[in-house]
């Protein structure tokens, strides 16, 4: 019976093998993944429906986030880059964190938007006179270093380390005093929003014992009015948190900062409301130009490439950079 099913194979194979050579050929052709990724110009998301808030103060124009497409270095994509004007190549080493995959970065940068969206949050409710408060921090992991041993992963929140309750990492330092390397410790938290139990095993650096991770601040606020941000799972990176601000202000106040113009921009914002430089502002000026808008707000630090860009594909929108979420609200009531 095998031996009948063998030859039955063996001449499918001997009579088909051209087609399924080509097929094979075709997969790899279309999945093989390169150590590239394919930069392009992006879009624009409209901020008023991501603003769900009551009492929302209504605006004539819109404020929205420019984003960069990227996509995956298969090769009719990485051949097509070759051939389309701002479609560029990029390694993928130099869009990763040392140490981490393409798919770990985008992890990464999924926590780095919730903590821009905290971060928008308080910077636009304390312009705007509005009552904002911290009600717990929670601690969110975005790394983890080669020499940890642990169960824990990015975008896990750390709880409790051995009992004790943790909101910083002077909190951790201080449980692990009591430890040394090559022990043991317990951590709950949270993932996914539900509490696990995890381990990490110690070790010492720089004569501290560490656990190996990484983390940063996530906020939970009380304020007044209420207010939800919506989001898509395919979004990620900080890059948005100027213009969410933005949106949250206009949403918060009378005074309506658009004027009835197609508002888009760039930028990382902090908690005190300073602007930060972000990557691929080319393509993120590509895509406003291509969807009208009438201002581009950048940080300061890109600005300078910006008016580059602008003055290649001559591209006809008003271009203004700001330090702080104050300077680009100024900036916007002075237009």
Not at 65 to 82: E, Q, T
Not at 149 to 163: P, Q, R
Not at 305 to 323: F, G, H, Q, R, Y
Request: glycine share 6%; aromatic share 8%.
């Amino acid at each position: 019976m095998i031996n009948k099913l063998y030859e039955k194979f063996k001449k499918y194979i001997k009579e088909n093998y051209k087609f399924l050579l080509a097929i094979v050929f075709i997969c790899f052709f279309f999945l093989y993944q390169l150590p590239f990724v394919i930069y392009r110009p992006g879009g624009v998301i409209d901020l008023d429906n991501r603003i769900v808030m009551e009492e929302k103060q209504e605006s004539s124009g819109t404020l929205g986030m420019s984003y960069v497409s990227m996509m995956k270095g298969n090769i009719p994509f990485v051949l097509l880059s070759f051939l389309i004007p701002n479609w560029d190549l990029v390694s993928s080493k130099d869009i990763t964190y040392e140490g981490v995959s393409v798919d770990e970065t985008i992890k990464v940068d999924k926590v780095l938007l919730e903590n821009g969206l905290d971060n928008a949050i308080f910077s636009a409710y304390s312009l705007a006179g509005k009552p904002v408060d911290i009600k717990k921090i929670n601690l969110e992991i975005i790394y983890l270093a080669e020499e940890a041993h642990t169960n824990l992963a990015v975008g896990d929140k750390i709880l409790e380390v051995e009992g004790t309750l943790v909101s910083s990492l002077e909190d951790i330092a201080e449980v692990l005093k009591k430890y040394q390397a090559n022990d043991t410790v317990k951590v709950k938290a949270l993932r996914n929003e539900k509490e696990i139990n995890c381990e990490a095993k110690l070790y010492e650096i720089d004569g501290q014992t560490k656990m190996g991770v990484s983390v940063i601040n996530d906020y939970e606020y009380e304020m007044n009015p209420q207010m939800e941000i919506k989001t898509k799972e395919s979004e990620s990176g900080s890059s948005g948190g100027l213009m969410t601000a933005l949106a949250i202000y206009n949403a918060l106040v009378e005074e309506d900062i658009t004027k009835g113009r197609k508002i888009v921009g760039t930028g990382t914002i902090a908690q005190d409301g300073t602007v930060g430089e972000i990557g691929g502002v080319k393509y993120k000026l590509l895509g406003a130009a291509k969807k009208k808008a009438d201002i581009f707000i950048c940080p300061q630090e890109n600005y300078e490439e910006a008016l580059k860009v602008k003055e290649e594909n001559n591209l006809d929108l008003k271009i203004i950079a700001a330090k702080t979420l104050k300077d680009a609200i100024q900036l916007l009531q002075n237009e």
